[in-house]
């Protein structure tokens, strides 16, 4: 039976793009195919859990009787592992919308309903609903050609308060000199929650 590498499963809010606000359960596969100097995510630890066995914990986080919300699988990256059988059973087990968000190196399942882009090199993806680049001390750290419905830039949080500052004031000019742009913030760093 088919496994996976899964660091975590939890139930919050998108924190940022074009689904920012929205009730999300995150599972968080184990494993990447970079090591991008920016990235704030621990990947490495997991447990090996079935299909089923993700579904299962992801139905007990949601609160009897309410509305499904959107799944999202993330990593690492994601696309290391997700596949048409994961995405099937949220899908069977009545979750509408499967989200992902990807460095855009591999192909997604094709049944994903949702997917980000945050590209990386070297991009295999041609085309996603949300692109999502960051925008780091040199300026925007992105040149794939992707077709996307929405483009987010996103500033690099350096862990310096005026670093910071200084990158999300270069990210509203950089917007207002491309408005086929939007800014993303990462609310759930601003706000406090996972």
Known sequence: MRTYRVNDIFYSLQGEGHNAGRAAVFVRLSGCNLACPFCDTDFTSYETLTAAEIVGRVQALVPAGSVRPMVVLTGGEPTLQADEALVGAFHGAGFGTVAMETNGTMLPPASIDWLTVSPKTPVTVDRCDELKCIFGPDGILCDADIEATYRYVQPCDTGDAAANAEIIA?????????????????????????
């Open 170 to 194: 270069r990210c509203v000019d950089f917007v207002r000199l491309n408005p086929q742009w939007r800014l993303s913030l990462q609310t759930h760093k601003l706000a406090g929650f996972k």
